[in-house]
């Protein structure tokens, strides 16, 4: 048996959160997509040996979002946009005090049609300030 938060709880809490957007009419592709970052996200955890939702940070999704597999563009703004939801779910069933994820920036385009990593740039100049 799990204890509390840990691997096989965040399935769990994967699996209620796929069922409450399936219950809220989501797409089947949408549910798919979900799917696949929710996955990503847990071997993504397993990796860094968190065992408990409770215990990620908001360094540990900017990490995920920005280069775990070394996303493309479009994955990372899916892995943002699925974490925001996933965490708002988790506040909701009161398994998490607050949505970390809020704060995830979107990655953003530069005029050239360049991609700008934004969320290692706010990452890199944090680390950067801190001592």
């Keep these: 048996m799990a204890r509390q938060g ?3 709880m965040l399935h769990r809490y994967c699996s209620q959160f796929l069922a409450y957007c399936q219950l809220a009419d989501f797409s089947a592709r949408s549910i798919q997509t979900l ?3 929710l996955n990503e996200l847990a071997n ?3 990796i ?3 065992r408990s939702v409770k215990r990620v940070r908001y360094r540990h999704l900017i990490d995920f979002t920005a280069d775990f597999n070394a ?3 479009h994955v990372t703004k899916s892995r943002v946009r699925t974490l925001r939801q996933f965490y708002h779910f988790l ?3 009161r398994i998490i005090p607050e949505n970390i994820a809020t704060g ?3 990655p953003k385009k530069r005029k050239n ?3 700008v990593s934004h969320t290692r740039g706010i990452l890199h100049r944090r680390t950067s300030i801190s001592f």
Aim: no cysteine; charged share 10%; proline share 8%.
């Design 6 to 8: 840990g691997g096989i």
């Design 71 to 73: 996303p493309l563009i």
């Design 91 to 93: 506040t909701l069933q």
């Design 48 to 50: 860094q040996r968190i």
């Design 44 to 46: 993504f955890l397993k």
């Design 104 to 106: 995830l920036p979107y």
């Design 113 to 115: 049609g360049a991609t």
């Design 35 to 37: 799917t696949i970052i």
